[in-house]
């Protein structure tokens, strides 16, 4: 059966019948609540006149480089309403999976190619974290010095803007030679949006590591299951009431529909009305220029 076009959202009695028919939304936040350190047009606006309806707001990311205490900050410095309750970042799924489903091991240690957001995570949940101080240049002389490590449990990888070779080779030798060791990825993003350019994503550092070790990560982040079960069973959603928004067709959008939600795609980020509109990317419910836009119901 083939699949119904995307609605576009653009007058203001669309916008009123879009936000009546859901009470949650989830919003990705790279291209749709900002892109890198810069607000986009109107959104807090939108955010308060959502809250003032008695929406529900949850912040879904991908991106594993902040805590979320990190993004609490961040949302406040940018003007917007935000709590930790609020916000799903795979960095917390990750550690909630390891916690709550692994059952992991309280003497053993997560090995983190990735940055503070990870470590804080885990730390959070009580699972030890290394790998952060591994940043040292290493030659095929002093490779030796790298050897698998008994007590390391799991390897997580994310984005690391510090990554080195010595990370990537004690994250290789606890995977092939630790034979217990969880080889777990916070997300697969191909690219990571950075203002004005796209630039390598986790994806892109973690296939190093599936290259080199053979073994496939378990995928916490959108538009993996992980993700989705563990935000239906942490707020409780019913899918028929929920809408994911994100700029993201492959990840943000693939990620609700999965989930059985209805989706909006908006333009500010990633994709572009031709790639929306294209049989060959998954279908949005609907689309729009900007979440911006729904402040047009503010009073």
Known sequence: ??????????????YES??????TFLFDCDGVIWNGTTLV???????DMLRRRGKRLVFVTNNSAKSRRDYVAKFARLGIQASAEEIFSSAYATAVYLRDVAKFDAGKKAYVVGGSGIRQELEDVGIAAIGHEDTDSVSLETLQDVVPNPNVGAVVCGIDYDISYRKLANAHVNLV?????????TNDDRTLPGGKHMYPGAGSLLSVLTHSTQRAPLVMGKPNAPMMECVIQRFR????????????LDTDILF??????ST???LTGVADEASVLSPDTPCATYYMSS?????????
């Open 237 to 248: 959603l019913d899918p028929a009431r929920t809408c994911m928004v994100g700029d993201r």
């Open 256 to 261: 609700g529909i999965s989930g059985g939600l």
């Open 18 to 23: 879009f936000v009546d028919r859901f009470d």
């Open 264 to 266: 909006l795609c908006v």
């Open 177 to 185: 030679h630790n034979g217990d060791c969880l080889f777990i990825a």
């Open 41 to 47: 047009d109107n959104v807090p606006a939108a955010l």
């Open 291 to 299: 979440v911006g836009d729904l402040s047009a119901l503010a009073p």
């Open 1 to 14: 059966m083939e699949a119904t076009a995307p609605m576009r959202l653009s007058t203001r009695g669309d």
